[in-house]
């Protein structure tokens, strides 16, 4: 007779393990307290789901700040190409965009969850929707059932997917963690990442909205007693009423370090042009309108508010004729123009958050089967492990491989 299975979450790692445990041969409940499944996936890749990357391997793990050997078994069993491979196998056609970024050819994120909910029912899953996991039973060290809304169920393994603490609203507030650290397993203590900057500068506020391309941002802090770069990316921006967000400044809050706080960050507005060149081509467009205002020129070179926002921090004013200009004040223009000075004050909270840093330590999950090494039939998939990734698809890759390997263990192993 088939031995039993539940999964607890019908997320993406929670999706992904019923399938595989049902084609390791086992008879598989999936728990859902939502009233559907995939919430949080119908709203990634604002409503697209980017599921995955089509990058290489190399680049697959230089993405994954935290923990990514962890993930050798997962990915050696499915990987990004082999997420791909599997959704266009059931029937989801995908393409590739900018950044190799894997998004459904449909743009519809809802047909991610619909590819897997559709194999799961065809394939006799049973799936039990508004059923909350309240608590994993365990006797003699070995998970034997779960607690729910709905009254104990026995199963002879568990995959616990239940997601982390962000967009709470998507059914993800952290159950697993209590769970686990119920059972006597450590949690490395979990904030919010890929997420907003607030910064010290109130002047970002007046610029709201403004969203910029091709900028570079770096953040700058003391390593064994040196100033050193922490972190630098370029991409877009976006200025917001408490600081910073948008694709690059989301990648250097997962970069920053827990003492984040007053974390010194530099924005390029002209990656590609030295100070050099960049004060040559200001002394061309002086040479071009000596008789006005400084505040044209700069409207050849950033959007209006910009302009005006970075000669309000070199003191000059906007108004000023450009043949008065002098010399010292057009590079305090240039050093700006090429490293904005901006200060870390805190990050956006979890209602905000892309998703959850930390989570269960890895050193306590067996990587070669997901396992937890403390109890028995325990698998443990997805967000709930402490490991992450930047943006570009990732995070999805995570989820779906390390659901893959914990449903295929769950599935053997009884
Ligand atoms: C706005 C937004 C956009 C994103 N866009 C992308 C993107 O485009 N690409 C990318 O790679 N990543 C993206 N992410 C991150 C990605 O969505 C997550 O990393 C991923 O969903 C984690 O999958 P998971 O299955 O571990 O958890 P979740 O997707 O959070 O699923 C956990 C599930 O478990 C259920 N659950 C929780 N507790 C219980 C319980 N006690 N009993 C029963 N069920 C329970 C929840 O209701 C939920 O359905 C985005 C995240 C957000 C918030």
């Known amino acids: 007779m088939a031995k039993h299975v539940i999964v607890i979450g019908g997320g993406a790692a929670g999706l992904m393990a019923a399938r595989y445990a049902l084609n390791a041969g086992a008879e598989v409940t999936l728990l859902e307290k939502n009233e559907k499944l995939g919430k949080k996936l119908y709203i990634t890749g604002k409503g697209r789901c980017n599921l995955t990357n089509a990058c290489d391997f190399d680049a697959l793990m230089k993405q994954i700040p935290r923990n990514p ?7 050696s069993l499915l990987d ?40 799961l029912r065809a394939n006799g899953c049973k799936i039990m929707l508004s059923t909350a996991v309240e608590a994993l039973i365990c006797e003699n060290g070995a998970l034997t059932g779960v607690k729910t809304s709905r009254g104990d169920m026995r199963c002879d393994a568990a995959v616990l997917a239940t997601g982390g603490l962000s967009y709470p609203s998507t059914g993800s507030t952290g159950d697993g963690y209590r769970f686990l650290k119920a059972l006597g397993h450590s949690i490395t203590p979990c904030r919010p990442a890929l997420t907003g900057i607030e910064t010290e500068e109130s002047w970002c506020a ?5 969203s910029l391309k091709n900028v570079s941002l770096s953040a700058w802090g003391e390593k064994n007693g040196k100033r050193r770069l922490l972190f630098s990316e370029q991409g877009e921006m976006l200025f917001t009423h408490y600081g910073i967000s948008g694709p690059i400044a989301l990648s250097l809050s997962s970069a920053l370090d827990d003492k984040f706080r007053g974390t010194e960050l530099r924005l390029d507005l002209k990656p590609a042009l030295n100070e050099d060149t960049l004060d040559a081509r200001l002394l061309r467009e002086f040479a071009r309108m000596p008789n006005k205002q400084l505040i044209s020129c ?42 904005i000075p901006l200060t870390v004050k805190g990050l956006r909270g979890f209602d905000e958050a892309i998703i959850t840093r930390g989570g269960v330590n890895v050193k306590e999950i067996d990587p070669s089967t997901l396992e937890s090494r403390f109890v028995k039939g325990l698998y443990v998939a997805g967000e709930v492990l402490d490991v992450d990734a930047f943006t570009g698809g990732f995070n999805l890759t995570i989820a779906f491989s390390s659901g893959a390997l914990a449903g295929k263990s769950a599935g053997e192993s009884v």
């Open 69 to 75: 050997r962890f993930m050798y078994s997962a990915f």
């Open 80 to 119: 990004n190409q082999g997420i791909m491979r599997l959704f266009e196998e059931m029937g989801l056609p995908l393409k590739a965009e900018r950044g190799e970024r894997v998004f459904p050819a449909s743009d519809h994120a809802s047909d991610v969850t619909y590819a897997l909910e559709r194999y």
């Open 206 to 210: 007046d610029l709201m909205g403004l």
């Open 298 to 339: 700069m409207d050849t070179l950033e959007p209006h508010a910009l302009g005006e926002a970075v000669l309000s921090l070199a003191d000059i004013s906007p108004y000023q004729p450009i043949n008065s200009v002098t010399q010292a004040q057009r590079k305090a223009i240039v050093r700006l123009l090429k490293g």
